[in-house]
C-alpha cells in the first residue's frame, strides 16, 4: 500500500484519542454558575429561583445566592429577592468532585434525556455556566421528584453529579426552598433586597438565558423592589352604648389573609360586674368566620368603666386588606 496513505491513515486513527486528551485535560473553571429553578405542584408560588456564583478566593470559595421568589397570593406573599453568602474551604476542583464540566462530552449531555412520557409533578432545572477555554459553556441537568424521592430512580451520572454539588453549595449557604414553609409565616414586612453586584445582575437581566424562554427572572426581581404592599388595616368603628377605657385591637388571622376574606365583624355582649366582657356572640355572616375567634379574643381583654356593669354592649370592627390583586 501507498506509503502516503498508510500515513493519512494512522494520523486519522489517532485523532480521535487526541481530542479525548485535550477535553480530558481542559482546566478547571476559575468562575461558576449555577441556576436552579424548583417548580412544585402546589402553591402558590409554584416556582423558586436561585442563581449562585462561585468564586475562589484564594485556598476557599466564595458563594452568593439570590433567592427570587415570584408573586403568590396577593399581598400576602409578594415578590421577594434573599440573598445569602458562606464559605467552602476546598478548591473548585475539590467543590466539583474531581468531575470537570469543561470535559463532560456533548454527546453525553444530549443522552441525560429522561422519560417524555413519565408524569412530572415536582423537580429542579439546573443550569451551570462555566468559562471554558475562554468560552462560556451552559450545561442542563433534569432533576425530577423521583430524583429526590423515589429509593429507585435511575438518575443519570451527570445528574447524580450535579445534585452532589447543589447539596455541598446548600450547606455553605443555609436552607433552601425544601426548608420554606408551605404557607407564609406572619412576620413584619419584607424589606427591599439588599443590593450587591450579584443582584444589579439579575436586575439587569445578566441571568435570564439561564432560565430559558420562558421566564424573565429580572422581571420579578424588579417587582420585588417595589417595596411590600400596603398593610391590612382593623378599626373599631363603633362601641354603644358606652365606650370602653382599654380596647385592644384584634390581629387579622393570617388564614383569613390567605382567603381574602375582609368585611365588618359585630358582636354583642355582656359587661361583668368588674368591667370585662363575658357572653359573646356574633351577628354578622358566616363568611366572616374566620375573623370571629381573633374578635372574640380581643374583646376579652377590653376593660369598661363601672357605668357599663351590668350592661348589653355592641361593636363593630373593620377587618381591610387594602389588597391590590397580582396582575395575571
Not at 399581598?75 to 467543590?95: F, N, R, T, Y
Request: net charge neutral; with cysteine.
Amino acid at each position: 500500500m501507498n506509503r502516503g496513505i498508510l500515513l493519512c491513515l494512522g494520523v486519522l486513527a489517532i485523532l480521535p484519542s487526541i481530542g479525548t486528551a485535550q477535553t480530558s485535560g481542559s482546566a478547571f473553571p476559575t468562575r461558576l454558575t449555577v441556576a436552579r429553578h424548583t417548580f412544585f405542584d402546589f402553591g402558590p408560588p409554584n416556582d423558586f429561583y436561585e442563581v449562585i456564583e462561585i468564586v475562589p478566593k484564594g485556598t476557599e470559595l466564595s458563594v452568593e445566592r439570590a433567592f427570587v421568589t415570584p408573586a403568590g397570593i396577593a399581598c400576602v406573599q409578594p415578590a421577594k429577592v434573599e440573598l445569602s453568602s458562606g464559605i467552602l474551604h476546598e478548591s473548585m476542583e475539590e467543590l466539583l468532585l474531581s468531575k470537570n464540566p469543561c470535559a463532560i462530552p456533548e454527546k453525553e449531555l444530549h443522552q441525560q434525556a429522561r422519560c417524555k412520557k413519565c408524569l412530572v409533578f415536582s423537580g429542579v432545572k439546573v443550569t451551570m455556566e462555566v468559562s471554558c477555554g475562554g468560552k462560556d459553556r451552559q450545561i442542563r441537568m433534569d432533576i425530577l421528584d423521583r430524583d429526590l424521592f423515589s429509593s429507585s430512580p435511575r438518575t443519570p451520572e451527570n445528574t447524580s453529579w450535579s445534585m452532589a454539588v447543589l447539596q455541598k453549595l446548600d450547606g455553605a449557604l443555609g436552607p433552601g426552598v425544601m426548608k420554606k414553609p408551605i404557607f407564609p409565616v406572619e412576620t413584619d414586612q419584607p424589606e427591599q433586597p439588599a443590593r450587591s453586584n450579584l443582584t444589579d445582575q439579575l436586575l439587569d437581566g445578566t441571568f435570564d438565558s439561564l432560565f430559558g424562554p420562558q421566564v424573565k427572572v429580572s422581571a420579578i426581581a424588579q417587582e420585588a423592589t417595589k417595596g411590600p404592599p400596603p398593610p391590612p388595616t382593623i378599626q373599631i368603628e363603633s362601641v354603644s352604648p358606652i365606650a370602653p377605657i382599654e380596647a385592644e385591637l384584634p390581629k387579622y388571622p393570617p388564614i383569613a389573609k390567605l382567603a381574602r376574606l375582609e368585611g365588618l365583624v359585630e358582636a354583642t355582649f355582656d359587661v361583668a360586674e368588674d368591667g370585662v366582657v363575658k357572653n359573646i356572640s356574633f351577628v354578622n355572616e358566616p363568611r366572616l368566620r374566620m375573623l370571629q375567634p381573633a374578635v372574640s379574643e380581643s374583646l376579652s381583654k377590653w376593660k369598661f368603666p363601672q357605668s357599663a356593669w351590668g350592661r348589653s354592649e355592641k361593636s363593630s370592627i373593620r377587618f381591610q386588606l387594602n389588597c391590590t390583586p397580582n396582575p395575571s
